[in-house]
């Protein structure tokens, strides 16, 4: 049996908070549902005291997002902004005609059933990525810290583990974040932890670990950020994270009954985004011109101008995951207004799981894996991990 305090039993911890597996769950113990607040005054950001489930958030980052200062100057700043005029859309998984001998892993999953009927208010969303040089410039604004540049807190990670497990040494809880890489092709598809590896000094600053010259990845997105980190950024630039149902709506653009934001054309045609051709998780062959992320605005927007919005990186939302969600949406019969998701987090592969939903999918997706670039596939992330292919993008209100 391996010693505790190796490095491959942490990292099959922190895979097992990060990296949320594909099954189904089941019932998340009638989690209630939550609407958007009322709208006050020019304030866009929701504060901390009015998180939902605010419960399970670490007070520590919560304390520390209520005191990052709301830039003036961002505050009034429409600027990168597509105005998206609100409406009622029908939300969760589709399968057009022509689609019925996809793999499986192509196709709308539990979790995306059933469709239910949700209308969001018109709201501001960005048309791009937040990228590394706008968060540059927050951090040298606020002096902020990122979750993966501080060492592990693991009063924190017990509450995600079975009761008693052991502490990991502490030279195993330094700073630091899961890197993608390649593998041959012997590996099998089994276990996450074969391509993904925990990087001590990996960060927003230097996503796999290794020093770059941030001055040349100005117009990428920022990645190894998480939700607390997206909430503190919004907080300074007075935004929001996007409710998962604005996600959807925006990501469809228009657009009813489609499997992708451009339409029914099959992923297989690579103008539409940056995704993995090849297969995963052994290569990517790179045909859409990029085998890692991408620059932003490197493809076509969609129908609502909204650029990178299925691809690149995958992209958190405000809301808690519960794979029965939709189930309980569906079950009130009437029409969701502003969804703010559950109140709880459910997952019953690993009930001590705190997870957020993040959407859109990443330069790592394929139809062979998750097909994450799909209108409405969810997935799942732990509030406090940040990983390389994983970013954001923020939305205001419309106030008018």
Not at 51 to 68: T, Y
Not at 115 to 137: A, C, N, R
Not at 194 to 208: C, D, E, R, S, V
Request: glycine share 8%.
């Amino acid at each position: 049996m391996k010693n505790i305090n190796t490095p491959s039993l942490l990292l099959v911890i922190i895979l097992l908070l990060q990296l949320s597996n594909c099954k189904d769950s089941s019932k998340s113990k009638d989690a209630k549902i939550v609407t958007v607040p009322p709208k006050t005054g020019n304030i866009y950001c929701i504060p901390p005291d009015q998180f939902v489930g605010k419960q399970f958030l670490d007070k520590k980052w919560l304390h520390i997002i209520d005191s990052i200062p709301t830039s003036q100057e961002k505050n009034n700043d429409f600027n990168g902004m597509v105005h998206i005029k609100g409406g009622t859309f029908s939300m969760g998984g589709d399968l057009p005609e022509g689609f019925e001998n996809m793999p499986n892993t192509a196709l709308a999953q539990p979790d995306e059933f059933p469709k239910h009927p949700v209308k969001v208010s018109s709201f501001y969303m960005d048309e791009h990525e937040v990228t590394i040089g706008e968060f540059l410039e927050f951090v040298k604004a606020t002096n902020y810290k990122t979750v993966g540049e501080h060492d592990i807190d693991w009063e924190e990670l017990k509450k995600q583990v079975a009761p008693g497990t052991p502490k990991p040494h502490d030279s195993i809880l330094k700073a630091g974040a899961l890197v993608f890489h390649f593998v041959d092709k012997s590996v099998k598809k089994d276990n996450l932890a074969n391509w993904w590896t925990f990087t001590k000094g990996a960060n927003w600053k230097q996503p796999q670990g290794k020093s770059i010259n941030l001055q040349d990845y100005l117009n990428y997105p920022v990645t190894q950020v998480s939700w607390y980190d997206a909430m503190a950024y919004a907080k300074w630039v007075g935004k929001r994270l996007p409710t998962e149902a604005e996600y959807e709506y925006a990501m469809r653009g228009g657009a009813h009954n489609t499997m992708y934001p451009w339409g029914n054309d099959k992923v297989s045609n690579l103008k539409y985004g940056n995704f993995l051709q090849g297969d995963f998780p052994y290569s990517n062959t790179g045909e859409d011109g990029f085998t890692e992320v991408a620059p932003v605005k490197s493809f076509p927007p969609n129908a609502y101008g909204l650029y990178d919005i299925a691809g690149n990186v995958w992209e958190w939302t405000y809301d808690w995951y519960a794979a029965d969600y939709y189930q309980q949406l569906k079950d009130k019969s009437e029409v969701a207004i502003n969804p703010l998701g559950p109140d709880k987090t459910y997952e019953v592969y690993n009930q001590n799981a705190i997870n957020k939903v993040v959407r859109g999918g990443s330069f790592l997706c394929n139809d062979s894996w998750c097909s994450g670039y799909r209108n409405a596939r969810r997935m799942r992330l732990s509030p406090d991990s940040g990983m390389q292919h994983v970013g954001f993008r923020l939305v205001r209100d419309d106030l008018n």
